[in-house]
């Protein structure tokens, strides 16, 4: 099976993309730790933060294209897993402070000093251990997504009453999280972090390691998506999203195919959340806003569904056009994200990677062949 992989599953396409991932994770390291800042190769700090960064989003992306891409649920709600996940990792850095806190208590994190909580929570118990944050960073968006599609996929909900109920869920949450009572922070949220596994979270070779941590997840989770799209299981999910009702008449309990995509998405998205607070140095209940979600939807439509590469692409594209639109013209930053996605649906509708195959075979006047997420009939996908 393994050899079935690596010879049909991963395309040419899909080894360019895991050797630029690579080279990018071994060689931005090195030029911030290894050349001196007068060095014209020189990469700055800050720029490695930024560009972990991306790819915790690229992370993000890829995990709604699971869903969306190939089994046709767009979720509106993907940052609900994304901060869960944050959260998790953002309690373990603040039982990492200790003493070293403003009110210098060795057990309760400062917001919980200053709103006179007596003791710890007992959700909080457990989180002073990194592979306890670590686990329940992909434990808790992995059950509340199961739970959720339990219920939802159950009751044969789909289509855009799906997506509304996915964003329903992120905005009840983003305004449970801003309750000081729930004992997350409230509206400032979880800060003023000071290491990570015994390593100082300002120092330079810590945020080298981030980005590249950032890096060697991002090319599992690619390889665990091509596993999955490229097996009879991912072949199912394809009838599902082109077919449903008939992949159901011939027999497949859909349910439980959109339950387990699903469940697998979240937890890729909440590893994201986690690989992402670090390096930003904050998580506050503003990472569940619904807007958030649709940005997401955004970078994946443009990468285009339904590839993989394409959303990673375009996670990076519209992040790196933000950074640079909102110092240059920060008052056109929105206008320029609403052109871009209306000029990629007009004229590129599989997104950019999605439309390269018809565009290339326009220019060398050749036959194209059927893109990546070319529709598949449903009984051939579902044998």
Not at 90 to 103: A, D, N, T
Not at 136 to 160: C, E
Not at 203 to 227: E, H, I, K, M, Y
Not at 262 to 280: D, H, K, R
């Amino acid at each position: 099976m393994t050899r079935r992989f690596f010879t049909h599953g991963m395309t040419r396409g899909g080894w360019v993309f895991l050797a630029l991932l690579a080279a990018a994770g071994l060689l931005i390291p090195l030029l911030n730790l290894a050349l001196p800042e007068s060095h014209p190769l020189h990469m700055p700090t800050y720029a490695v933060t930024l560009s972990g960064k991306y790819l915790t989003y690229a992370l993000l992306a890829l995990a709604l294209d699971l869903v969306w891409g190939y089994c046709g649920i767009l979720s509106l709600g993907h940052a609900a897993f994304f901060a869960l996940g944050g959260y998790a990792m953002g309690m373990y850095l603040m039982r990492q402070i200790g003493p070293r806190g403003v009110y210098g208590d060795p057990l309760l994190p400062d917001f919980m000093v200053f709103l006179d909580w007596q003791e710890l929570p007992w959700y909080w118990l457990g989180f002073d251990l990194f592979p306890v944050a670590l686990a329940m960073a992909l434990v808790v968006p992995g059950v509340l997504a199961f739970v959720f599609g339990w219920f939802a996929f159950r009751a044969r909900v789909g289509g855009v009453y799906l997506s509304i109920i996915t964003q329903a869920m992120t905005y009840a949450l983003l305004l449970a999280f801003f309750r000081n009572d729930m004992g997350f922070g409230g509206n400032n949220g979880l800060t003023d972090f000071k290491e990570i596994l015994g390593f100082d979270l300002q120092s330079d070779a810590t945020r080298a390691g981030l980005f590249a941590a950032s890096a060697l997840a991002l090319g599992l989770a690619f390889v665990l998506c091509v596993a999955i799209t490229s097996s009879r299981l991912g072949k199912v999910l394809i009838a599902v999203r082109d077919a449903e009702s008939r992949t159901r008449f011939l027999g497949y309990r859909v349910e439980h195919y959109k339950l387990f995509v699903w469940t697998v998405s979240a937890m890729l998205a909440g590893l994201a959340g986690a690989l992402y607070v670090p390096q930003v140095g904050i998580i506050n209940p503003g990472e569940f806003a619904p807007a958030n979600s649709i940005e997401a939807v955004i970078w994946v439509a443009i990468g285009g569904r339904g590839t993989l590469v394409g959303p990673i692409l375009g996670a990076g594209l519209v992040n790196f056009a933000k950074s640079w639109f909102t110092a240059a013209l920060p008052e056109l930053w929105l206008f320029a994200l609403g052109a871009l996605f209306i000029a990629v649906t007009l004229f590129l509708p599989r997104g950019l990677v999605g439309s390269l195959p018809r565009l290339w075979a326009k220019a060398t006047g050749t036959r194209s062949k059927a893109p990546p997420d070319a529709r598949a009939k449903a009984p051939a996908a579902a044998e």
